[in-house]
């Protein structure tokens, strides 16, 4: 009997492996920015996970920030997960900075591989959206700074994580190791990979209930082809592109009017840029020197001032653009390497392209005969002052010259007078 029950207890203890072998666990990665693409994929990824009945959902986070629209989403999303959230900051030497901070708090468990860093909350460093430049108003910067006081200690406090040191990630820009972030009870685990994340989950209460992860099929979900297209593209370097892309086409277009291409492709990067104006935390004051650039072009080129207007357009679109994102931003930095040889190509474009378009619309229209003067034709008799003929470009014309000229002699075609050419020779 003792037998017995000791050959039934090794046949269970045999099947916990399988068991656990059965049992999934969703993977997402975040590496950039935290953006409307990161929000959407978060989102989709815990409602896939719970859908799979998935274990728990691991989100691999490195991150240096992002917009504070898309980091509330995300929050909601993780507080209001159905399935177990669990942030695991890596790789080592990875972060979760500024959102990131705001994120790995939200999730039910907590995790950082070795030589990470969190913090480094404070509002200077998450982007408004939508053109909103707190930076440059107290009042402003102090009601931003102090509601993200309060969300951090809220999640902090949600979570049962250190409330204290959440502010003092927004208030003063703390920032802390793996290791550190550990011993305030910031995180929970500290993981060297993935595998033995997954053995310290194993057990742990969410929820009420144990999560069963050890030895887990890890399932991974990556961006849809439409998020990893909007997470490349929403980048200001990205959006200065469209703006030089939109102006360079609508005003080729005004200039060389009927041409068609460069118009539709300027209206569809106006549009672009304009949308990644509304998502990106653009500085309005950026934006109006830059357009203000393109008059000045624009006036410079139909009422020449001798490149006065053109030298100022050059310095109103440089500073513009040095001003059209933040530079202290570490997320959203247009960095000079795209800025000069933007400004450098634009002033070329307009001094260039605009100008002698603009020029050449200014010349009289010749058309018909008067395409023929200043071109060469051959004497076919002797021409003089009476008369005689001449072939132009397989014609017969008559012709006349004060200069007499030659059978077979080259002239060139002064003026039109009805059909006859008056004419000269060719030196």
């Not at 208030?171 to 011993?183: G, V």
Request: with cysteine; net charge neutral; aromatic share 6%.
């Amino acid at each position: 009997m003792t037998r017995l029950v000791g050959l039934v207890a090794l046949f269970w203890l045999s099947l916990v492996p399988a068991l656990a072998a059965n049992e999934t666990v969703s993977l997402i990665t975040i590496d950039g920015a935290i953006g409307p693409a990161t929000a959407s994929y978060v989102s989709r990824a815990i409602d896939e996970a719970a859908h799979n009945n998935s274990q728990c959902l691991v989100i691999r986070l490195n991150t240096p920030g992002g917009l504070l629209d898309s980091m509330e989403k995300i929050v909601q999303k993780l507080l209001g997960s159905p399935v177990p959230a669990v942030v695991y900051v890596s790789p080592t030497g990875g972060t979760a900075a500024s959102a990131g901070c705001f994120i790995t708090l939200a999730a039910d468990v907590a995790a950082m591989a070795p030589a990470t860093t969190i913090g480094a909350a404070h509002p200077v460093s998450l982007g408004l959206g939508g053109g909103q430049d707190s930076k440059s108003d107290p009042t402003m910067t102090k009601k931003v700074e102090n509601f993200a006081v309060s969300y951090i200690q809220a999640i902090a406090a949600k979570r049962s994580r250190n409330v204290e040191w959440a502010e003092t990630a927004v208030r003063d820009s703390a920032s802390i190791t793996a290791e550190k972030a550990h011993e305030l009870k910031v995180v929970e685990i500290i993981a060297p990979n993935l595998e033995d994340l997954l053995r310290q989950l194993d057990g742990r209460m969410v929820n009420g209930k144990p999560l069963k992860t050890n030895g887990a099929q890890i399932t991974e979900i990556k961006m849809s082809a439409a998020e990893s297209v909007f997470q490349a593209a929403w980048r200001p370097e990205v959006m200065f592109l469209l703006l030089l892309i939109a102006m360079y086409g609508i005003i080729g277009e005004i200039t060389t009017p009927g041409a068609i291409l460069p118009g539709v492709a300027g209206a569809i990067a106006l549009l672009l840029a304009l949308y990644m104006a509304a998502v990106l935390p653009v500085n309005v004051t950026g934006l109006l020197l830059m357009a203000t650039a393109v008059a000045l072009f624009i006036i410079d080129a139909y009422a020449p001032t001798h490149g006065v207007l053109t030298a100022g357009g050059i310095v109103s679109f440089f500073i513009g653009s040095l001003m059209l994102f933040d530079p202290r931003d570490p997320v959203f930095r247009l960095s000079l390497q795209y800025i000069i040889p933007g400004v450098v190509l634009t002033a070329a474009f307009f001094v260039l392209v605009v100008g002698k378009g603009v020029r050449a619309q200014r010349l009289p229209v010749r058309t018909g005969q008067e395409t023929m003067i200043g071109k060469t034709g051959s004497a076919l008799t002797a021409i003089d002052a009476s008369g005689g003929k001449m072939l132009f470009e397989g014609e017969y014309w008559n012709a006349i010259s004060e200069v007499p000229v030659q059978i077979g002699q080259a002239v060139s075609i002064k003026s039109i007078e009805g059909l006859t050419a008056k004419v000269t020779p060719k030196v």
